[in-house]
């Protein structure tokens, strides 16, 4: 059974910095992709951005590209979110996401299998 647990979310002024974490276990991971994905309230679930686990290939929403970097670290299984220059409009719930398909798109929320329960990052101004 796969599990994606984060942590790293909290509260920060804006221009500030945060590294969520996301701690994978259950699965072998080398064939899945990796995503982050953020929700603020009253909007929908929108990508943020993804890692293919095996060839470490990264994509970015247009919003955070720049500012957030994605990564994994294959010993610890775990995946890596930096954000850098936070904006308040940033504030949302982040969800780290697991699909197992990587050759499909790994922007989209709906090839997305797994998710774990969340993390609050607020961007204060």
């Known amino acids: 059974q796969v599990q994606l647990v984060e942590s790293g979310g909290g509260l920060v002024q804006a221009g500030g910095s945060l590294r969520l974490s996301c701690a994978a276990s259950?699965?072998?991971?080398?064939?899945?992709?990796m995503g982050w994905f953020r929700q603020a309230p009253g909007k929908e679930r929108e990508f943020v951005a993804a890692?293919?686990?095996?060839?470490?290939?990264?994509y970015y929403a247009d919003s955070v590209k720049g500012r957030f970097t994605i990564s994994r670290d294959n010993a610890k299984n775990t995946v890596y979110l930096q954000m850098n220059s936070l904006k308040t409009e940033d504030t949302a719930v982040y969800y780290c996401?697991?699909?197992?398909?990587?050759?499909?798109?790994?922007?989209?929320?709906?090839?997305?299998?797994?998710w774990g329960q969340g993390t609050q990052v607020t961007v204060s101004s």
């Open positions: 996401a697991a699909n197992p398909r990587d050759f499909t798109d790994s922007t989209t929320r709906y090839n997305y299998e797994y």
């Open positions: 259950g699965r072998t991971f080398s064939r899945y992709a």
């Open positions: 890692v293919i686990w095996r060839t470490g290939r990264t």
